[in-house]
């Protein structure tokens, strides 16, 4: 079992950058396929990006590509979210997750253990 905490959210201008933080408990974090979900209000939530254990494979949103960045650090047992060009759009609450399951998934069904997100607002 793995516990998950986000951190780094906050207000930014259209543009601007922040990065998020999601530290887990545990020792096995680097058994883990990781990702990020995000939820906008009155939307359903969304697949953002994922990495696998290792750090091997990395996925995003086309929404996102080219703009944010997933990283892991396993000796710290933190994922990462670099959001670089924030748009209005980007505004929602996000999520870290994670999965035993192999490979990348991209259904919220999938994912076993979530944070309990952290408030990304993006100003125009």
Do not use: H
């Not at 906050?10 to 979900?37: D, E, I, K």
């Not at 670099?82 to 490979?103: F, H, I, R, W």
């Amino acid at each position: 079992q793995v516990q998950l905490v986000e951190s780094g959210g906050g207000l930014v201008q259209a543009g601007g950058s922040l990065r998020l933080s999601c530290a887990a408990s545990g020792r096995t974090f680097s058994r883990y396929n990781m990702a990020w979900f995000r939820q906008a209000p009155g939307k359903e939530r969304e697949f953002v990006s994922a990495i696998t254990s290792s750090a091997g494979s990395t996925y995003y949103a086309d929404s996102v590509k080219g703009r944010f960045t997933i990283s892991r650090d396993n000796a710290k047992n933190t994922v990462y979210l670099q959001m670089n060009s924030l748009k209005p759009e980007d505004t929602a609450v996000y999520y870290c997750a994670a999965t035993l399951l192999l490979g990348i998934r991209m259904e919220t069904s999938r994912y076993a253990y979530w944070g309990q997100g952290t408030l990304v607002t993006v100003s125009s």
